[in-house]
């Protein structure tokens, strides 16, 4: 009887075992925290997102140098709505647009939509950064507010929320318009001088009704004046501001084809 052959040697394993790539959510993920903490790290973006947002409200909210027309409600419940819709326009507009741009410029945006990440990973990590920054701020401005007397209606909470999500959404949108489009020293300028405007005129920190008669029938209906006039009707008066919602609603559908259509990545 032979002794059985012996059994064969098993293989080695590879050097290296190839890497792979991290899952999308994953990916997406770490993106969102690295724009985030790009915000959150850079002074300028800083002041524009979170500083002068709460300045705006003291001083508006505390003072009477601004006429605000309150129509019997207190002046801080006025001004709040308007100061969160300012706040969340800075962070989804002013600051998302400068940073994309730059990106764009440098070349960031071509080389990592070549990664796995992807050009749809890479827009769903700015989005998610964006809302994290724009809660940051409400939370910011809302314990500000609170603490100087705020007293926002609760059946407008929900209301004001869905506000709050189609502001950053028509934004943002806004936001990647300018910077897929225009050189970056352009919307450094463009983006900051539209947030200035925007914000004197445009009927989201004070009511469209301070505004002149045919310019506030026209204001109400532009993202800022929609985004306004819909979180005092919400925080004010605990009205659903269907209207207004639905205005937004379709300047984020308008402005996201723009961007879908015109957007260059380099």
């Given at each position: 009887?032979t002794a059985?052959?012996?059994?064969?040697?098993a293989?080695?394993p590879?050097?290296?075992?190839?890497?792979?790539?991290?899952p999308?959510?994953?990916r997406v993920?770490a993106?969102?925290?690295?724009?985030?903490l790009?915000?959150?790290?850079n002074?300028?973006q800083?002041?524009?997102?979170?500083?002068?947002?709460?300045v705006?409200l003291?001083?508006?909210g505390r003072?009477?140098?601004?006429d605000?027309g309150?129509?019997?409600?207190?002046?801080?419940?006025v001004?709040?709505?308007?100061?969160?819709?300012?706040a969340?326009?800075?962070g989804?507009?002013?600051s998302q647009?400068?940073?994309t741009?730059?990106d764009r410029r440098?070349g960031?945006?071509r080389?990592?939509?070549t990664?796995?990440l992807g050009?749809?990973?890479l827009?769903?990590?700015?989005?998610?950064?964006v809302?994290?920054?724009a809660?940051l701020q409400?939370v910011?401005?809302g314990?500000?507010?609170?603490?100087?007397?705020?007293?926002?209606a609760a059946a407008?909470?929900a209301?004001?929320?869905l506000?709050l999500?189609?502001g950053?959404?028509?934004f943002?949108a806004?936001?990647?318009l300018?910077?897929g489009?225009?050189?970056a020293?352009?919307v450094l300028?463009v983006?900051?001088?539209?947030l200035?405007?925007l914000?004197?005129?445009g009927g989201?920190v004070l009511?469209?009704?301070d505004?002149?008669g045919w310019?506030a029938?026209?204001?109400q209906?532009?993202?800022?004046g929609?985004l306004?006039?819909?979180l005092?009707?919400?925080?004010?008066d605990g009205?659903f501001?269907a209207?207004h919602l639905?205005a937004?609603a379709?300047?984020t559908?308008?402005?996201?084809?723009?961007?879908?259509?015109?957007f260059?990545?380099s």
């Amino acid at each position: 009887m032979t002794a059985p052959a012996p059994a064969p040697a098993a293989a080695p394993p590879p050097a290296h075992a190839p890497d792979r790539a991290a899952p999308t959510a994953r990916r997406v993920r770490a993106q969102a925290r690295f724009e985030t903490l790009a915000v959150l790290r850079n002074g300028e973006q800083l002041l524009v997102t979170l500083v002068i947002p709460v300045v705006a409200l003291i001083a508006l909210g505390r003072s009477s140098f601004v006429d605000v027309g309150t129509d019997g409600a207190a002046r801080i419940d006025v001004v709040t709505p308007g100061v969160l819709g300012l706040a969340v326009m800075a962070g989804s507009m002013t600051s998302q647009a400068i940073a994309t741009a730059f990106d764009r410029r440098n070349g960031v945006l071509r080389l990592l939509a070549t990664t796995p990440l992807g050009r749809g990973g890479l827009l769903a990590g700015k989005a998610l950064a964006v809302l994290v920054v724009a809660a940051l701020q409400v939370v910011v401005v809302g314990a500000v507010a609170l603490a100087v007397g705020w007293r926002p209606a609760a059946a407008g909470l929900a209301p004001a929320a869905l506000a709050l999500l189609l502001g950053v959404a028509a934004f943002t949108a806004l936001a990647l318009l300018l910077a897929g489009t225009l050189r970056a020293e352009a919307v450094l300028a463009v983006a900051n001088l539209l947030l200035v405007v925007l914000a004197v005129v445009g009927g989201v920190v004070l009511p469209v009704a301070d505004l002149p008669g045919w310019w506030a029938t026209v204001a109400q209906w532009l993202p800022p004046g929609a985004l306004g006039e819909a979180l005092r009707g919400a925080l004010v008066d605990g009205a659903f501001p269907a209207a207004h919602l639905g205005a937004l609603a379709a300047w984020t559908l308008v402005l996201g084809a723009a961007v879908r259509r015109w957007f260059r990545w380099s």
